[in-house]
Every structure is written in C-alpha cells, then in structure tokens.
C-alpha cells in the first residue's frame, strides 16, 4: 500500500432513481468543450498543455474542464514529471455510459430484464448483393484486397473494424432465451456513406431491418473524412472516409 486513496470507477450504468450519481455527470458532459475532450482522450493520452493547445483555449480553462471531468471520473489523470515542473496526464476511463430515465419499477425496462449484446461488426450471419466499392479493414490493415465480395466469406472478418460496401446488406443474428418477449429494442453503430472515392457532398441511405420488418431509413447527409471516426482503427488514413 502507498498510502493513496484508491478511486472507484464510474458505474457505466446511471439510473434516475440515483441522481446524486446522475447529476455531477451529466453536468460534467454540458460542455462542447469538455465533450471533445472526451474525444480526444479517447483515441490517446494527452496532457492538460496538448488540451488546451487542440481546443484553443487558455491552459486554465483546460485545466479546469480537466478537473470536472476528474471528478466526475470520466477521466483519469496521473502526474509525472516533465522537462519544466510536473505534468499533468490525461486519459479516458469509460469506453461507454448507459443512462437509464425509466425508473427501476417498469418491468420491462428493468436492470433484470434487459439484455444487452455487443456483436462485432465482423461477425454476421449471412451476406446479401454485396458490390464493390466494398472491403474489410481489421484492427491492424486489410483483410485480403478491395473490392472483391468474396473477402466477406474469409473467416478473419471476425477481426473486422471497418466494413464497407456499396449495395446489398449483412444479416446478424442475437441470441434470445425461448419464451421471452421483446418490448424495446435500441440498436447503435457508427456508419456513414461510401463512394470510389472521397466525395464530401455524398449522401447515402442506410436501411435497419428486424426480422424483415424495416424499421427505418437513416440518411447521412455528406461523407465525413479528415476527423477520425470514434471506432476507426488507427491505421486508418484521416483522407479515408471514416
């Protein structure tokens, strides 16, 4: 033992019915400013200097966003020496937050009857009129060539990070104990349009369908690039489309 006071970790999971835990965290997100924080540590360390140098802000503000963020245990931060004085290291601790609104009573968006999956993009059931412009870009570089559909079918798609493709659509399966009746659904992913090319006015519709039931269509209105995606893998080119 040092001696230190040991700092709990944030639950990922706040509840309405906790608002003393709630609160300081949702007061800690108000801020544009402490929101790209929590982007920038997300894809690296930073210290409090490099903070404020990325938001353009004066090196008090960034230290006082950093110490909100602190106490709210959003972050991390450890002091270390460095080449005039210590340094203060910032790092992000909580990958994702759940906020639950619905109070604990409502039986079918309880703790106990929610089921939660988190399925890699990589690992879907069945393919369907996949056409290039298409591939599949792991954590460390491609998987095989572009633009061959056929990589879809090669068994490292497990690793995928990245998937794109120009027309067609993948078919995921979740497991759901028998007997069990769905009452509320909430699907997440990170997408955005595709082309041959970077084309920043590009739009593309992106279709959700459940049991091929279409529960709706989701259109992104230009392709995004130069910033990186919160779930792109580092080798990734900021000139890619992210």
Known sequence: MDGKREEKSLDTTLRIEQPEKMYPVCKAMA????????????????????????????????????????????????????????????????????????????????????????????????????????????????????DVPAVFYDPGRLNAQVIWFREGFLEYRFPLKPGRRVQWLEVSFEGNPQTASYHAPWKSDISVYINGRRLGVWESAAERSVRRGFLTPQWWNTVNTQ
């Open 31 to 146: 801020s544009m400013e402490r929101l790209e924080i929590l982007y920038l540590l997300g894809q690296r360390s930073m210290n409090v200097s490099e903070l404020a140098d990325a938001l353009r802000l004066p090196e008090s503000s960034a230290a006082m966003h950093v110490r909100i963020l602190e106490e709210a245990r959003l972050i991390k931060t450890v002091v270390r020496p460095g080449a005039r004085g210590n340094i203060k290291l910032c790092s992000g601790c909580v990958r994702a937050l759940s906020i639950i609104l619905t109070p604990h009573g409502d039986s079918f968006r309880s703790a106990e009857s929610v089921a939660r999956y988190d399925l890699p993009i990589g690992a879907y059931s069945a393919t369907f009129g996949l056409k290039p412009t298409c591939g599949i870009g792991t954590v460390s570089g491609m998987l095989d060539r572009y």
